[in-house]
């Protein structure tokens, strides 16, 4: 009892010091990339890595001058920004892009315009971006911590902060979401509050996570996969019920939001369905590599899949949570404008892998479950990797993706084997 005693209180102190060490690096990486976010002035060249993209500056222009805009970073909350300034052509802008400092249409619903019109958007542009990104980062070490608790391992959370941190604050790819003032941890809290709000059957969470992922529609089809999947394998007619009316709410809250402001709502879908038909591909988009219509029907092919599972395997907890984590990765490159920066969506996975590991071990072998432990916290830094090692980051992908998604037939082969044991002994 001593000696494992003593290997835990050596394990937590290493722990300690590990992640003393690595929060003084992302300290000092958050420090002067958010200096350079506020004032423009290219501090970040003092970090430690560089994002995966380099930097994005917002060009000098008259609504520039005005806001305080130039040279700073922050490039695609400009798209939110600008055109709120001016809500009432957010119609036109859904449509050429012209209130953007790139000509980009936005891609954001009209309500998220108007709330940050009568917020952020009240600020210069420089203290507004920095502000949007510290506002979603608490909001998830908060969902974090609280996703820890219910799910009763809060021993881990140490681990798992440091882990979110690493992939946002020291990867190529963590660093070009907050350069790039991205939305994608919103994606991640999104995606924690409905798989808690299934499991724990809270229907709270599941409208949170509504709310959240109605921020980026890039969320949806993940989201779409999660509840078809919890409705396919539900094993009463009364948790078929739940399921289904935690959907039916989910995409409710989605579209009651939306006709907020229907018109500017109609022209914001159109703009979506237009990028998703008719744009080149861009970054790791799937469309490099299959036609449109594959493509864009994978989410019912995934659920299909997540069905089957479910078929052969009645034991939901074995095989969800690395499913889940391989249509998520998978679902990385289904839109058409796909880049790397968007990994930071599955830090909602760190919790999940971490209690699916202490529940699977007595059934899966634990080196099974340890690699899929490991490849995955691998694939939140892979940036960090591929910056050295230069390979393709479809492969890498692609290759994760797969290993995920058969990944649930492993717990299966364990049980038909320990079944056929008992079997034989039970024979003899």
Known sequence: MKKIISQLNTQTSILIIFSVIIHILVLKNVFFISKDMIYGDSSSVNISSRPLYGYMRIPISILAKKYYAENRLAADFAQIY??????????????????????????????????????????????????HMVIQILIFYFVLFVSFRLLSIEKNFLFGLTLANICMFLTPAGLSWFERGQFSIYVSVSYILIILGLNKSNLLLVILSALFAFIKWTSLPFIL????????????????????????????????????????????????????????????????????????????????????????????????????????????????????????????????????????????????????????????????????????????????????????????????????????????
């Open 225 to 428: 996969v999660i509840l078809s999947v919890y409705i396919l394998n539900s094993n009463t007619f009364s948790e078929i019920k739940k399921h289904i009316s935690y959907s039916v709410i989910f995409f409710l809250v989605i579209l009651s939001l939306s006709l907020c402001f229907p018109e500017n709502s109609y022209y914001f879908f159109i703009g979506l369905m237009k990028q998703e038909k008719d744009l080149s591909p861009a970054g790791v988009s799937l469309l490099f590599y299959l036609p449109r219509e594959v493509v864009k029907l994978s989410p019912i092919i995934l659920i299909l899949l997540g069905y089957v599972y479910g078929k052969i395997n009645q034991n939901i907890a074995y095989w969800m949570v690395p499913f889940l984590l391989g249509a998520a990765v998978f679902l990385l490159m289904y839109p058409t404008k796909a880049y790397e920066y968007n990994i930071p969506s599955l830090l909602c996975f760190i919790p999940f892998i971490i209690h699916w590991e202490k529940s699977s071990i007595n059934i899966i072998n634990s080196s099974v479950v340890n690699i899929a432990k490991y490849l995955f916290y691998l694939f939140l830094c892979y940036s960090l990797i591929n910056s050295v090692l230069n390979i393709n980051p479809m492969n890498e992908y692609l290759l994760t993706a797969i290993i995920f998604l058969t990944f649930p037939l492993i717990p299966l082969m364990f049980i038909k084997i320990r079944h056929l044991k008992e079997n034989i002994i039970g024979y003899k």
């Open 82 to 131: 600008f055109p709120s300034k001016n809500f009432s052509s957010l119609s036109t802008t859904y449509q050429d892009g012209y209130l953007d400092p790139w000509g980009r249409p936005s891609r954001y619903a009209p309500l998220l315009h108007f709330i940050c019109s009568i917020t952020l958007c009240k600020l210069n542009y420089g203290i507004a971006s920095f502000l």
